[in-house]
């Protein structure tokens, strides 16, 4: 089947049944193409390089389509100050965790958020490894936490941040390392761990749809001050992001600063 044919079949859907389609689908183009690259002998940088560029033409292609009059801001993208006086702005990143993708780990994903008057109103992660979306519509279920154990802590695989470090000490958690963004938010919805934080570096598609999803599941996701995640800023640098069960997050934010800095 075509793009066309394919974008075809795809209107009149929502915005989160749209998100939904194109995480989903992305994540099985990028998943077919390492599967083929790497039979053929393709170095790891040629991999990552092609996947990015692959994932996001689709997508451009399909919001071309389907939402022509929505502005796009993609990490693969060229970005453009159009988007600022636009209400409707998808951030996607098209493959996060490029790195894991190259790598052929399963610790990758695809994210599709839409920043709406000022809000998030919809979004999809895909995890194309284990083959599943979370998206914001249906909400995710996150499982009951187990009674009596230590909260969970996930981290990047290269580095440790800071705030991490003390949110281990702090809440006294087990930790463990995981690649992309979305992978990290996700084992939160899936009940692998209860806490994700990062500071020293983001930019906006990494965090919106992880955000998107983790927020209509009912998790705390915000700046690591406490202060809401603003999209569709002129800079597209974020550079910190936490998410956790809702339980959490007055200890995080104790350990982090010595008292809540939102009172």
Partial sequence: ???????????????????????????????????????????????????????????????????????????????????LTNNRVWIIDPLDGTNEYGEGRADWAVHIALWEDEALTAGAVSLPSIDTVFATDPPAVVPPKAPHTKPRLVTSRNRAPYAAVLVAEGLDCEAFRLGSAGAKTMSILMGEADIYIHDGGMHQWDSAAPAAVAMAAGLHASRIDGSPLIYNKPDTWLPDFFVCRPEYTTDILHALWGRDPRK
Wanted: glycine share 6%.
């Fill in 1 to 83: 089947m075509s793009n066309a044919e394919l974008f075809a079949t795809w209107q009149g859907l929502t915005d989160a049944e749209l998100a939904t389609v194109l995480a989903q689908h992305v994540g099985q183009i990028l998943d077919e193409h390492r599967n083929t690259q790497v039979e053929r002998g393709i170095s790891i940088w040629q991999l990552k390089d092609s996947g990015d560029l692959l994932a996001h033409h689709f997508l451009l292609d399909a919001f071309t389509t389907l939402r022509p009059n929505d502005a796009v801001l993609s990490e693969e993208g060229r970005d453009s100050q159009n988007r």
